[in-house]
């Protein structure tokens, strides 16, 4: 069983900064891709962040330069920094990973956060 858990979301005004933590437990062999997705209201789920095992990353035009992703393997968590917060980054965020188990490869995501930007 392995379960993704996420922090950090809440309310901040618009210029603001938050970080979204996400962790992975369980019987892990190996962890792929890690990535942010968020999903506001009526709308579909858009990717805002990905980086690879290797540190590679890729971002959604709309937070290039804003959203920095980053990782820590020791730790299987990924972070996601907000910086400069518009109101339409208002969303629930949530953590998305590609895990190996043994020879198993599957998707798992986590509960998802809350981010509101507001004043």
């Known amino acids: 069983q392995v379960q993704l858990v996420e922090s950090g979301g809440g309310l901040v005004q618009p210029g603001g900064s938050l970080r979204l933590s996400c962790t992975a437990s369980g019987r892990i062999s190996s962890i792929n891709t890690m990535g942010w997705y968020r999903q506001a209201p009526g709308k579909q789920r858009e990717l805002v962040a990905v980086?690879?095992?290797?540190?590679?990353?890729d971002y959604v035009d709309s937070v290039k330069d804003r959203f920095t992703i980053s990782r820590d393997n020791t730790k299987n968590t990924a972070y996601l920094q907000m910086n400069s917060l518009k109101p339409e980054d208002t969303a629930v965020y949530y953590c998305n990973a590609i895990i190996r188990i043994l020879f198993k490869t599957n998707t798992y995501w986590g509960q998802g956060t809350q981010v509101t930007v507001s004043s």
């Open positions: 980086i690879a095992s290797g540190g590679s990353t």
